[in-house]
Nanobody, 122 residues
Framework: QVHLVESGGGLVQAGGSLTLSCVFS????????MGWFRQAPGKERGFVTVISWSGGSTYYGDSVKGRFTISRDNAKKTVVLQMNSLKPEDTAVYYCAAGPVFSPRGNEYDYWGQGTQVTVSS
């Protein structure tokens, strides 16, 4: 059984930074690609970033490229999303997800966390 728990969300001013963490419980963390997605009020869930099982490959959505950085520590079963230069349009609930495929498509992920709220004030 896989369980994901996100933390680190909060309220920040535009231009600020936040660090989100996602802790994986269960076996074989290193077998999964780990993604971050977000959902703003009234909008569909959207892709943010993904990291491969080894950490050797990453891919970012255009809206966060150059501002967000994903990393993982397989020994600690943790994936981290460092968010810099935050904008009001980054306001959303952020979810981490685990899946067998390195993909930006949410339907290819098997496990999801409960989400953490990020609010960026202007």
């Amino acid at each position: 059984q896989v369980h994901l728990v996100e933390s680190g969300g909060g309220l920040v001013q535009a231009g600020g930074s936040l660090t989100l963490s996602c802790v994986f419980s269960g076996r074989t963390f290193s077998s999964y690609a780990m993604g971050w997605f977000r959902q703003a009020p009234g909008k569909e869930r959207g892709f943010v970033t993904v990291i491969s099982w080894s950490g050797g490959s990453t891919y970012y959505g255009d809206s966060v490229k150059g501002r967000f950085t994903i990393s993982r520590d397989n020994a600690k079963k943790t994936v981290v999303l460092q968010m810099n230069s935050l904008k009001p349009e980054d306001t959303a609930v952020y979810y981490c997800a685990a899946g067998p495929v390195f993909s930006p498509r949410g339907n290819e992920y098997d496990y999801w966390g409960q989400g953490t709220q990020v609010t960026v004030s202007s």
